[in-house]
C-alpha cells in the first residue's frame, strides 16, 4: 500500500483498497467494509475462472464458497455459473477488441479452463454448450474487404425490412428478404428457413437459396421433441450458435441423424426464432468446409437484428 499511502490518499478509500487476509471474515460494517468484500471475492472468483482447469476451478469456487460464506450469502452453484457467464462475455468482448485472443496466455487460461469443465460431470445442455463454445472461430484482428460488404449488405437489408414493417406487408415476403439477405452478405454456400408445423412437433425447413434447396424444402424436417442434440438445445434454451466443425470430437456426438443423411455443410450458424417461450423457428446457414465460416462479432449482431425483425413481423401479423 505505499503507493496509495504516497498519493495522500483519505484513510478510509487507502482502507477500502487494502486486501482482505482473514481467513474467514466476517460480516461487514459499513460500506467501506462491503466494498472491500466485494472486491476481495470477485478477485478470488476471477482467479478462478483463469485457473486454466475445469476440476481446479471446482475446487477454488468450493473454497470461496467456505470463506466468504459466512460474511455474503454465496451460493457455489451460482458463483459457478457467474463465473462461466464472465467468462464467455469477456472472450467475446476481447475477440472483437483484440482479435486472435490466442496470443494472449490469459485468455488461454480462460479458454482451457471453459473447455476442461464440458468434460466434468455436468447436464447434458451444459455439456454440449460448453462444447458449442469451444467450437467458435476467433474474429480476424481488422475487417477485411469481404467483411465490410458483408456489413454493408446486412445493413441494408435490415434498413428495407424496417421500411416494410411499417406499412401493410406479407409475411412471407418480409421472411423470404431476411433469408436472401443472410444468403448474399455472408457467402452461405445454403441458407435455410425452418417454420414450425402447426399439426406436429417439428420445423419444416419453408424458404432457402443456395446448392440442392430444391430437395431440402418441405422435405427436411426438425423434431421439437426434448433431446441433446445440438438443435434442440438450440431451440431450447432459445441459443445463437456458431460450429465451426460438425466433425469435431466436442459435438460429433450432437449432430443428429437428420442433418447427416440431408447431406448439411460442416460449419454452420443457427440462429432460432422464439416468441413468448415457444420454439416458432430458425435461420440456418452454413458452409461444405469446416472451419470456413467466420463471423466476425459485428456481422452476428447483424445477422441477430434481422432474426429479431422475423420475430417482429411475426408478432404483428399474430
Known amino acids: 500500500m505505499a503507493v496509495a ?26 460500506a467501506n467494509a462491503r466494498l472491500r468484500l466485494a472486491t476481495a471475492l470477485a478477485d478470488a472468483l476471477a482467479g478462478a475462472a483463469a485457473s486454466g482447469s475445469g476440476a481446479e476451478r471446482d475446487r477454488r469456487i468450493h473454497a470461496i464458497t467456505r470463506r466468504f460464506g459466512t460474511a455474503i450469502p454465496v451460493d457455489e452453484r451460482a458463483l459457478a455459473a457467474l463465473s462461466a457467464d464472465a467468462v464467455k462475455e ?37 455439456v454440449l454448450q460448453h462444447a458449442i463454445n469451444a467450437t467458435q472461430p476467433i474474429a480476424a484482428d481488422e475487417p477485411q474487404a469481404d467483411d465490410v460488404d458483408a ?101 460429433r456426438a450432437r449432430i443428429p441423424d437428420w442433418f447427416q443423411k440431408s447431406g448439411f455443410g460442416e460449419t454452420f450458424v443457427a440462429l432460432p426464432v422464439v416468441i413468448d417461450g415457444k420454439p416458432i423457428g430458425m435461420f440456418y446457414g452454413e458452409k461444405p468446409q469446416a472451419g470456413s465460416l467466420v463471423i466476425a462479432p459485428r456481422e452476428m449482431n447483424l445477422l441477430k437484428t434481422l432474426r429479431n425483425q422475423a420475430v417482429l413481423a411475426i408478432k404483428q401479423r399474430r
Open 5 to 30: 499511502r504516497s498519493w495522500n490518499l483519505p484513510d478510509a478509500i487507502v482502507r477500502s483498497i487494502e486486501r482482505i487476509t482473514d481467513e474467514r471474515p466476517g460480516k461487514p460494517q459499513g
Open 90 to 126: 469477456l472472450l467475446d468482448d476481447t475477440a472483437g477488441l483484440l482479435g486472435d485472443s490466442r496470443k494472449s496466455r490469459y485468455c488461454q487460461g480462460l479458454v482451457q479452463t471453459t473447455c476442461a469443465a464440458a468434460s466434468a460431470p455436468a447436464d447434458d445442455a451444459d
Open 151 to 251: 456489413q454493408h449488405v446486412l445493413a441494408s437489408g435490415i434498413q428495407d425490412i424496417t421500411d416494410t414493417l411499417v406499412a401493410e406487408f406479407s409475411l412471407s415476403d418480409v421472411l423470404r428478404i431476411i433469408v436472401e439477405t443472410m444468403y448474399r452478405a455472408m457467402r452461405f454456400s445454403r441458407v435455410v428457413l425452418f417454420m414450425r408445423d402447426p399439426q406436429a412437433p417439428v420445423m419444416t425447413a419453408r424458404h432457402g437459396y443456395g446448392a440442392g434447396i430444391e430437395r431440402i424444402l418441405g422435405a427436411v424436417k426438425v423434431p421439437l421433441a426434448r433431446s441433446q442434440d445440438v438443435f434442440a438445445v438450440i431451440m431450447e434454451k432459445n441459443v445463437d450458435v456458431l460450429v465451426s466443425d460438425v466433425g469435431s470430437a466436442t459435438i
